[in-house]
């Protein structure tokens, strides 16, 4: 094995920069730390599913090792802070929190939640913090190309998305059922109504991700205004929010979760935030398909279905839909702002002198914000 690099050297080396086998090396070193093996482990198989930058970076690797001449091994997968240098989407990327957010969820629920290992918050090991957790084979709907036109999902039967509408939302509903969220998830805690600091973290992050900057986008704007003037007179009980809560956060088995991903945007808040966001990213899908003139899936997580289902399996009879779905357009109008300037930053894209068009689900917010979207 290398000798370890220079620490000066070492947190001028990127996750992105970094050769494949320097990255062996140095996960093997770290490793040997944490198992007290008889030997350096052997790590291999590296590779990186993501290409990103834009929520985390994530590595693949295998490991194995012995203890008291016991054979270990085993298939993993690093969670790591995005770079500084990858114009990330997200201005803070707390691991701790998300971490213990999955260890809490897996203590709390049958959520299937990979099965955690370590949590890393010092940098140096690896040129960032991360966490490892054990990797859990499957197949998840992809976001490119959009599920809606190709792929498994596309190619299953109305009656087998059906059945996978129905357990997705039936992890929603286990999550939010976790007693006494604020005691067990004191790390999302805070000051005042939940809902009104969900959306004052929101208004920051625009603030961060492109208003400070001079990016205004005058129809995000008029959505923070429209939240205001129409806010729920009772969002009702906090509950744990996983905050990214769809398909493609899920590995399934067959049409079965089989585990359930990136909870970074985890907070506590209404029940509604987790309903809205899995009908309207859909829908996003959805629309694109549709201007296409292609059929997308119609049939896939109606807004109808998804609300008879949660209210089936909860008890809880959803309210405010119609805010939330366009509090969920507004969150993912800034993601798509943002993600259109990073690809202006890497020279993918260029500006347009119509800042609303960095949201690429525009004529869908107009109309929500209008009344006149169409749902079916």
Request: aromatic share 10%.
């Amino acid at each position: 094995m290398a000798d370890d690099p220079d620490p000066a050297e070492r947190q001028q080396l990127t996750v992105s920069e970094r050769d494949l086998d320097v990255l062996a090396e140095d996960l093997a070193r770290w490793l040997d730390s944490k198992v007290s093996a008889d030997h350096p482990p052997k790590v291999s198989g590296l590779s990186r599913p993501q290409s990103g930058g834009m929520s985390s970076t994530t590595i693949l690797f295998d490991a194995e090792w012995s203890v008291d001449g016991r054979h270990e091994s085993g298939a993993f997968v690093a969670r790591m802070a995005p770079e500084a240098g990858s114009f990330p989407v997200f201005e803070k990327y707390d691991l701790v929190t998300q971490y213990r957010v999955m260890a809490g969820v897996a203590e709390n629920t049958d959520v299937p939640v990979p099965e955690l290992c370590w949590l890393e918050e010092d940098e140096n090991p690896l040129g960032a913090p991360f966490f490892v957790m054990k990797r859990v084979d499957g197949r998840v709907p992809t976001d490119n190309p959009p599920y809606v036109f190709i792929g498994w999902l596309f190619d299953a039967s109305p009656e087998e998305r059906a059945l996978l509408t129905a357990n997705t939302v039936e992890v929603i509903a286990k999550i939010h059922d976790i007693p006494d969220p604020a005691m067990r998830f004191p790390a999302l805690r805070g000051a005042g109504q939940s809902l009104r600091r969900h959306v004052e973290a929101q208004k920051a992050w625009y603030r961060w991700a492109l208003a400070d900057d001079g990016y205004e986008i005058p129809l995000l704007e008029r959505a923070f205004a429209w939240l205001d003037e129409h806010w729920p007179a009772d969002p009702g009980p906090d509950v744990l929010s996983w905050g990214d809560a769809r398909p493609g956060n899920i590995i399934y088995r067959g049409f079965e979760p089989a585990a359930v991903l990136d909870w970074e945007m985890a907070a506590l808040g209404p029940r509604e935030l987790d309903v809205a966001w899995v009908i309207f990213i859909h829908r996003f899908f959805q629309d694109i398909a549709t201007r296409f003139g292609q059929p997308g899936l119609p049939d896939f997580l109606r807004r109808a279905d998804v609300v008879a289902k949660y209210e089936e399996l909860s008890g809880h009879t959803v309210r405010d839909l119609d805010w939330y779905i366009v509090y969920a357009a507004l969150r993912h109008g800034i993601v798509m702002a943002r993600v259109k300037r990073r690809m202006i930053h890497f020279g993918e894209d260029t500006d347009t002198p119509d800042r609303d068009d960095y949201v690429m689900h525009r004529a869908s917010l107009e109309r929500l914000l209008d009344g006149t979207y169409e749902w079916d």
